[in-house]
Nanobody, 122 residues
Framework: EVQLVESGGGSVQAGGSLRLSCAAS????????MGWFRQAPGKEREAVAG????????YYVDSVPGRFTISQDNAKNTVILEMHNLKPEDTAMYYC???????????????WGQGTQVSVSS
């Protein structure tokens, strides 16, 4: 069982920046790809950004390239999401998630964190 612990998040004004971190308790084949989903009130959950824990391919939803950057710190079993030029529409609960590869991660992650709130005011 892999546990995911998130940190970061908070409230900023539009144009501001935030950093989200997700630390995994261990590694297994069901957690090779890690990243972030978000869900805003009244909207469906969407995959935002993800990466292979060992490096390699990354995924970004269409609305964030150039603003969000995902990276991994293998020594700390941590995935980091740097968010810049935040917009009010980025406001949501952000969840760390891990899955077996990018496709499984995007479709049905095996592991989930508790979530952290990101609020962007205009």
């Amino acid at each position: 069982e892999v546990q995911l612990v998130e940190s970061g998040g908070g409230s900023v004004q539009a144009g501001g920046s935030l950093r989200l971190s997700c630390a995994a308790s261990s590694y297994n084949l069901d957690s090779t790809f890690m990243g972030w989903f978000r869900q805003a009130p009244g909207k469906e959950r969407e995959a935002v950004a993800g990466t292979y824990r060992g490096g390699g391919a990354t995924y970004y939803v269409d609305s964030v390239p150039g603003r969000f950057t995902i990276s991994q710190d293998n020594a700390k079993n941590t995935v980091i999401l740097e968010m810049h030029n935040l917009k009010p529409e980025d406001t949501a609960m952000y969840y760390c998630a891990a899955g077996r590869g990018q496709l499984d991660w995007k479709r049905a992650p095996k592991y989930w964190g508790q979530g952290t709130q990101v609020s962007v005011s205009s």
